[in-house]
């Protein structure tokens, strides 16, 4: 039995208050704090669809693991796809300092009340999709993540500073890897080609629905929760690829991709939005089988944590 | 003192519990515990929380928080402990708990006054 405490003295009026003040003095909510409810529930729903599109994420890339053209390749290939479950792991963690559930979380997911990035219901035909994957899906989330780091949660900004950090090794891997194929046969070079053409428009998607059709955005940066609008981020991610395209000698499928000399931005064409909802509503092309690749991964090595579990309560 | 855990997890105040997925609970995973993890950098550093992780036993907890928390040389020793077994003070005791460090200003080397001119000081 413990005392009042100063939480259950106040009315959630003047608790608002702290909290807010808090955030607007830049300092980080830490998980014993009072918070309120829309900010703890928009925090959960956001931490997990982020750690669920770590775990998925490992799913595309992952077919390539026992086809890599080489040792080396399979090596690096495979240090990415560990990175993305622990990736996962740490979200998983933050997410669960909000008292939210690891394996609640893992059950929405495979009953689908809870969404991964869009990115991850397509899939990769050729081995060039992995090196795109790495150049535009992890440039992607990069763009997305390195705000996150100073997300007004603490937990969860620190997740994505570990996250960063491995992030770049992801990208780097990619785009040396479709380096090295540009410099192949005219075989390799089309392959490359084919790859960002399947891929460059559902990378612009993982922004996320434009500024005027994102209804949680406004308060989720009153709350600090987000840093910049996904428009905001979609451009700063065009300007950052267009220049890595020429270099590498790819073109980007879009003829209005045009550099405007007034702003300094790419002006690019619009964004098949109904494509978007439909594989986020689940109608893309791999949704089914990544979500039973999940459940098979849950239900089959149940087995693995049932004796884990038998074992240890057998120690003295 | 209260009996909250460090980073919080399932026992933090002011959380309701989330609806359960209706699955029924087996001896797995869902009943594991929390483990807090905390690893030292480099010899000649602290220990410094890192996350949480779920294990059956320390043991095995120790294998996982190796995997998921230094796997590009981030450590070189690991403790993991109980989230249950951590004792920690709370955000309403922010005042009274930490009040010293501020009206103990002798404390501080700046407190004192000792002139330029004294070498090494």
Redesign the interface.
Known sequence: MSAPTRDSLLDDATLEAYFDATIAAGHRIEPRDWMPEGYRNGLIRQIAQHAHSEIIGMQPEGDWLLAAPSLRRKAILLAKVQDEAGHGMYLYSAAETLAADRADLTDKLIERRQKYSSIFNYPTLTYADVGVIGWLVDGAAICNQVPLCRSSYGPYARAMIRVCKEESFHQRQGYELLMTMMGGTPEQRAMVQDAVDRWWWPSLMMFGPPDDDSPNTAQSMKWGVKRHTNDELRQRFVDMSVPQAEFLGVTLPDPELTLDPESGHYRFGAIDWAEFKRVIAGEGPCNDERIARRRAARDDNAWVTEAATAYAEKQP | ????TA????N???????A??G?AP???????P?YEVFVRGKRGLNHVH?????A??DE?AVHAAR???T??NEGVSIWVVKAEHIS?S???EKDPMFAPNGDKVYRHPTFYEIPDTVPHM
């Open positions: 003192m209260s009996d909250m980073e919080g997890g399932k933090t105040p002011s959380s309701p519990p989330l359960s997925s699955r087996g001896r797995g995973r869902r009943d594991w929390l890192v996350g949480s992780l779920h059956p036993d095995m995997d998921v928390y796997r590009r920690a709370s955000p309403d």
